[in-house]
Structure formats: structure tokens, C-alpha cells
């Protein structure tokens, strides 16, 4: 059984353009989490989502986030027009049910020039 | 929301140490986790542990819910532990999981 898989691994991108981070869970797995750690920090919660639906976005900033897990294909973080301070390490984690064991990704990390 | 507290925040110890990280948790939880993040920064999990004692090898965690703490047990450290040790928590009821700001172990040969 796969992991959960994330991809890019590293991505750059100048300031103004998009990033796209992708992470797909593990088998039989319809929870999925996204965090940001910063450099030399812990993990912040950003969004929790079951498929087709966003269950919890409390932690993601208003302007410029968006996340989404469609009935197929992984889940999609995306940043528009990106600023230096959205560079980070961006984990996405999956787990078979909500009170359930969460299994991180090798996570993206983001680097905005 | 839900606060998660770790100490100590910085640990060196000696190749063969024993050492109890311990996590602390402000309200109800029905989701307790220990990870590890290597020094490439992978996440690992260690112990999925909302109640009672866990073992695995050379790591055991303990959490007493009704007290609102959890405690982690490196037992015979090797220099391949080094990395951080983080705690996170979902209180009862609740959608997001918080993380700890972690404990920062180095162990020394």
C-alpha cells in the first residue's frame, strides 16, 4: 500500500505567479489535512477535507488560498500570486476516518523568489 | 481552540541516554499523536495515542487523558533519534489538529 504521495517536491515560483501542490492519499484513505510549517517552526493546520467537501478551513488565510479534493484525482492546494512569505514546507496528511491515525506526506516545499 | 504545549523545548543527550518528552493539552482530546520529523524533514509517526501506554521497541507514550498530558519514553537513544519530536492534538468535537512547537533532540555519540 502506497503512502501518501505529494508532489511537487520543490517548487519555485516568482512573486505573482501560482503554485499548484498536489497530494494524493493513501488507499481507502477520504480524509485529508494540509499544514505549513516555516522554517525552524511547528506544523500550523491550514484545511481539512472529505471528499468533495471542505470541513474545517479555519487555518487557511482568506485571500489567495484555495483547497479542494474532487470525487477523483488528489487533492490540490493552491496559492495565487504568491509572496515571499508563502514559502514553506506544506504537508498534506491522510487518515480512513476523522478520529484516525493522520499519515503525512514527503511534503512540498514552496520557495517564492 | 485546543492549546498543546511541549517540554522541554531543546534536549542533548549522551548515545545509550534515556529521556521523557512530555506533552501537554488544554482541553479534551479524542486524537493524540507522536511524530517524528527526521533531519530531512520527514514526518514519522511514532504512537497513535489518545489513551493509556503504547510501546514500541525502545519507545513507549503514555497519555492520561483525565489529566491532560501525554509522555513520551526514548529508552537507549542512538544518534539516529536527532530530529524533533512533535505532539498533536484534535479536542473531542473538534476538526483541526494542533501541533506542538516540539522538542528538539540531538543525541551525541
Known amino acids: 500500500n502506497a503512502g501518501v504521495m505529494q508532489n511537487p517536491r520543490h517548487l519555485v515560483r516568482r512573486r505573482g505567479q501560482e503554485a499548484r501542490l498536489r497530494c494524493s492519499p493513501m488507499k481507502g484513505h477520504s480524509h485529508v489535512y494540509w499544514y505549513r510549517q516555516l522554517p525552524e517552526e511547528g506544523l500550523k493546520f491550514m484545511v481539512y477535507?472529505?471528499?468533495?467537501?471542505?470541513?474545517?478551513e479555519s487555518g487557511m488565510p482568506k485571500e489567495r488560498f484555495s483547497a479542494e479534493f474532487p470525487k477523483e484525482g488528489p487533492s490540490i492546494l493552491r496559492i495565487q500570486q504568491v509572496v515571499r512569505g508563502d514559502s514553506a514546507a506544506y504537508f498534506c496528511?491522510?487518515?480512513?476516518?476523522?478520529?484516525?491515525?493522520?499519515?503525512f506526506g514527503p511534503g512540498t516545499r514552496l520557495t517564492v523568489l | 481552540g485546543i492549546q498543546v504545549e511541549q517540554s522541554p523545548p531543546d534536549l542533548i543527550l549522551q548515545e545509550g541516554a534515556n529521556s521523557t518528552l512530555r506533552c501537554n493539552f488544554s482541553d479534551s482530546v479524542n486524537n493524540l499523536q507522536w511524530f517524528h520529523q527526521n533531519p530531512w524533514g520527514q514526518l514519522i509517526n511514532l504512537f497513535y495515542?489518545?489513551?493509556g501506554t503504547k510501546q514500541n521497541g525502545r519507545l513507549s507514550a503514555t497519555t492520561v487523558a483525565t489529566e491532560r498530558y501525554s509522555l513520551l519514553y526514548i529508552s537507549s537513544s542512538q544518534t539516529t533519534d536527532s530530529g524533533v519530536y512533535f505532539c498533536a492534538a484534535k479536542n473531542t468535537g473538534g476538526f483541526k489538529t494542533i501541533f506542538g512547537a516540539g522538542t528538539r533532540l540531538f543525541v551525541k555519540a
Open positions: 496528511a491522510s487518515s480512513p476516518e476523522q478520529v484516525d491515525t493522520q499519515y
Open positions: 477535507l472529505q471528499k468533495e467537501n471542505i470541513i474545517d
Open positions: 495515542i489518545p489513551s
